[in-house]
């Protein structure tokens, strides 16, 4: 389509809403009835040819043939589209029997909304069009709506024709008609900076990612592939691909078939999605509203190409309940099968934190790839993340998990970064992942890391957030970096700032690593003292608002019903004091046999104060074996959490007592050989796993280990985690041992570690002169202010 008939159209349609709506809705709300009209006008012209056919078909199935409903197939043969409207209004019959009587157009339009088949009354209602036209027919404005729209100057039909000044206007293909669609959204998204990219990508954004997952392969591409978006706001990114697919790689000898899949959680941007698939032809029932997270729409499906740009930093809370039992994944999108450090296979959590979803349809994209038995070529994805894709989430997390899985099944290819401020909404720093399942042998095993942040043109203009965009050569540059699969070193300038693209290739283990937690024995010494033993009167969760409770009403804390009686005064003690009460805490605070057993506690410990003494023990070992000896000579009954607390509050750490004894154990030849391969180490290396030799044949003693001195190290996956340990730990810590039980795999990207540049500190003499230079200005500036001061004060005086 001409540039300049497609500019002068969007300008026509753009002048409308200042011409008829200035005084009925704000500004930002024109596109509300511009968008919805633009779309009921072009399916109006796509039906008027065939309006008698429906209307014929319609009234044969009713009158002639006596049916309740109408059958759809034969009226859709009739449209010949997969829509028909049954009324007998078009828009310009609407218009050209209006009086200035606003109630009866109205009346008239609303039967003409009506007749429309299922999928467009869908449309209407996501649009909300009934309440729109009701109050521009309030407004008085309808008519002037309906005039504009079905204007001689205005051509938004499939045919050619004339103005009534005799200049031909171009006939308005589908792909035309989506261009007008899509310039109109752009138009309105920057017009209105705080919805601008919500559900719109950047075009350039859109058309450097086509270049990424389709010039590889562009050889191959077949007549009939499939694309998906599961986040596809106002379906630009499907349109567009569509129409890379058509106007870079057209077949010459056969037809392609392109079909598009989408699904929208907003109700508007849905609408808009849906039409523009009718506008252009394509199926709109593959086309679907909700949320992709909660319900897997396309789920006996697989694709051959996904680009998405999903919400990322969004909360995923409400969904969870469709996700998770519990603890529990029950969506299988979102369950891994991943090996432990023993090789033994797992079925992994691989959902994110609720705080942000954008991994979700990460995984929702990988589980719909159509496989390599399926397609020759597989499946190719490309999808727009924030920085926290790549590196949140601790080994064995969620996010970790899903990153692990992706990289060591080998379908990460290439991740570029992105300008900043590059996007609409968004001003942070963003990424392209680049995933294929059927990589080329000179990229197996391997994951480029792309640097394009440097490359950019200003705007001359803010849109929203959005201040640069890519240039066409810009585009060309990073596709062809991609396509070579090489290492680009980071060049600077003459200030040794970086400048242009860079790109490295890793191995894939390159961004894995071992996670083990270090541990070291709990020395303790222990006392029953009585400052120790009265802790134990307040839980550790409520101590505050506990230990003023009893210090203001002392045992009468313990009667019952008396704390219930003050509740009034607890809580607003606690407002006054911003100590924060969740439903369980204040049931548990106002619990008399909380109280109660909390004091039951308190006196056990004096009981048992009186049996073992208040000397100070530096061996916990053997004040344990005391304080066990005094519970069975006075046969207490104490739980094992309680024994717990008390012996807790009264010991502490020392570095200069005993270490405690977790327990002493005899290994039999099996259990200690097993032990030995699960370690992979020799009998005498056993005490940096936490297993000393008591001895006595077989025979180990282990210890507890200290919570507050506990640590985790991560090591590289190409490292020995226990070669590590000796190399990094054992030097600085001799009592240090190896938790192997703990041992988790993480993996994380960071591309601000491969690709800092240093920039290196300017000499000492330099910087000197630069502050000696600043002094000088400064003095003369203050200088010259204190003489025109005197010079005033002199010439006041005189």
Same mark, same amino acid.
């Given at each position: ?192 900076? +705080? @919805?601008?990219?919500?559900?719109? #990508?950047?075009?350039?954004? *859109?058309? =450097?990612?086509?270049?990424? $997952?389709? /010039? ?29 697919? +058509? @106007?870079?790689?057209?077949?010459? #000898?056969?037809?392609?078939? *392109?079909? =598009?899949?989408?699904?929208? $959680?907003? /109700? ?105 038995k399926d397609s020759p070529l597989g499946a190719r994805i490309a999808s727009v993340h924030n920085g926290s894709s ?90 062809r970096t991609y396509l070579d699969a090489a290492t680009i070193e980071r060049v600077t300038d003459a200030q040794n ?27 303790r010494k222990a006392q029953f003292r009585d400052d120790l033993i009265e802790t134990l009167r307040f839980d550790k ?258």
């Amino acid at each position: 389509m001409d540039h300049s008939v497609h500019n002068k159209l969007v300008s026509f349609i753009w002048n409308i809403a200042d011409d008829c709506l200035r005084d009925v809705y704000v500004r930002g709300k024109y596109r509300d009835v511009i968008l919805p009209m633009v779309v009921l006008r072009r399916l109006d012209t796509l039906l008027e040819p065939s309006k008698q056919a429906v209307l014929d078909e319609a009234k044969f199935q009713l009158e002639d043939m006596n049916e309740v409903e109408l059958d759809e197939e034969p009226l859709r043969q009739a449209s010949g589209y997969v829509f028909y409207n049954t009324s007998k209004w078009t828009l310009r019959s609407l218009y050209n029997t209006a009086t200035n009587n606003q109630q009866i157009l109205l009346a008239n339009f609303e039967d003409y909304l009506n007749g429309f088949s299922d999928n467009v009354k869908e449309i209407i209602e996501c649009f909300e069009l009934k309440q729109k036209i009701r109050h521009m027919a309030g407004k008085e404005v309808l008519l002037d709506v309906v005039e504009k729209f079905v204007s001689p100057y205005l051509n938004l039909t499939p045919e050619e024709k004339n103005d009534p000044d005799g200049i031909k206007m171009p006939a308005l293909t589908n792909l035309g008609m989506g261009y007008v669609f899509e310039e109109l959204i752009r138009k309105f998204n920057e017009e209105n900076n +705080e @919805e601008a990219g919500e559900h719109f #990508t950047p075009r350039e954004v *859109i058309e =450097l990612m086509t270049h990424l $997952v389709f /010039d590889p392969i562009k050889d191959e591409l077949p007549n009939v592939m499939t694309v998906y978006d599961p986040a596809c706001g106002s379906g630009g990114m499907l349109t567009e691909t569509q129409n890379f697919i +058509e @106007e870079k790689y057209p077949v010459t #000898t056969s037809s392609r078939d *392109i079909y =598009l899949y989408g699904k929208e $959680v907003n /109700d508007e941007t849905y609408a808009i999605c849906k039409s523009d698939m009718m506008i252009r032809g394509n199926n709109p029932e593959n086309i679907k509203v909700g949320s992709t997270l909660s319900t897997d729409e396309f789920a006996g499906q697989r694709f051959d190409f996904m680009l998405s740009n999903p919400p990322y930093g969004k909360s995923w809370a409400s969904e969870q309940k469709f996700i998770k039992d519990g603890k529990d994944v029950v969506d299988h999108r979102f369950q891994v099968k991943l090996k432990d450090y023993w090789d033994e296979e797992n079925t992994e959590d691989a959902t994110p934190r609720s705080s942000d979803g954008q991994l979700l349809f990460l995984m929702e994209m990988v589980t719909k790839m159509k496989s390599t038995k399926d397609s020759p070529l597989g499946a190719r994805i490309a999808s727009v993340h924030n920085g926290s894709s790549l590196f949140t989430g601790d080994a064995g997390g969620g996010e970790s998990n899903i990153r692990r899985y992706i990289i060591e099944n080998d379908m990460l290819e290439a991740i570029v970064q992105l300008p900043n401020n590059l996007f609409y909404n968004t001003g942070i720093t963003t990424y392209i992942w680049l995933l294929n399942n059927n990589k080329p042998d000179s990229r197996k095993g391997q994951v480029q890391l792309i640097d394009a942040s440097l490359l950019f043109k200003k705007l001359r203009k803010n849109l929203g957030e959005k201040n640069c965009e890519f240039t066409p050569n810009h585009i060309e540059e990073i596709t062809r970096t991609y396509l070579d699969a090489a290492t680009i070193e980071r060049v600077t300038d003459a200030q040794n700032n970086p400048v242009g693209i860079a790109a490295q290739v890793f191995d894939n283990d390159d961004f894995g690593y071992f996670k083990v937690t270090v541990e070291r024995p709990d020395r303790r010494k222990a006392q029953f003292r009585d400052d120790l033993i009265e802790t134990l009167r307040f839980d550790k969760s409520l101590r505050e608002v506990m230990a003023h409770l009893y210090a203001e009403h002392q045992e009468q804390v313990y009667d019952k019903g008396f704390l219930k009686s003050q509740e009034k005064e607890i809580l607003n003690w606690c407002e006054e004091n911003d100590t924060s009460l969740n439903t369980k805490a204040k049931t548990k605070l106002l619990s008399t046999a909380t109280w109660v057993g909390l004091k039951e506690l308190v006196d056990t410990a004096y009981l048992l104060k009186q049996e073992v003494g208040t000397e100070e023990y530096r061996d916990f070992n053997l004040f344990r074996k005391d304080v066990d000896g005094a519970i069975k000579a006075n046969k207490l009954k104490l739980k094992a959490p309680e024994k717990n607390a008390i012996l807790n509050a009264v010991s502490w750490y020392d570095e200069t007592a005993e270490k405690v004894i977790k327990k002493v154990t005899k290994l039999t030849a099996s259990k200690l050989e097993e032990l030995l391969e699960r370690c992979e180490c020799k009998v005498e290396d056993l005490p940096d796993f936490g297993y000393y030799p008591t001895g006595r044949a077989n025979e180990f003693t282990t210890y507890e280990s200290s919570s507050d001195l506990r640590d985790a190290e991560s090591i590289p996956l190409k490292h020995s985690i226990y070669q590590y340990f000796l190399d990094e730990v054992r030097p600085h810590v001799k009592e240090a041992w190896l938790n192997i039980d703990s041992v988790k795999i993480g993996y994380e990207l960071s591309f601000n570690k491969h690709f800092y540049c240093h920039k290196p500190l300017r000499d000492l003499d330099v910087v000197a002169g630069d502050i000696i230079q600043l002094e000088q200005k400064a003095e003369g500036l203050i200088a010259e202010i204190l003489g025109v001061m005197v010079a005033k004060v002199q010439g006041k005086s005189a």
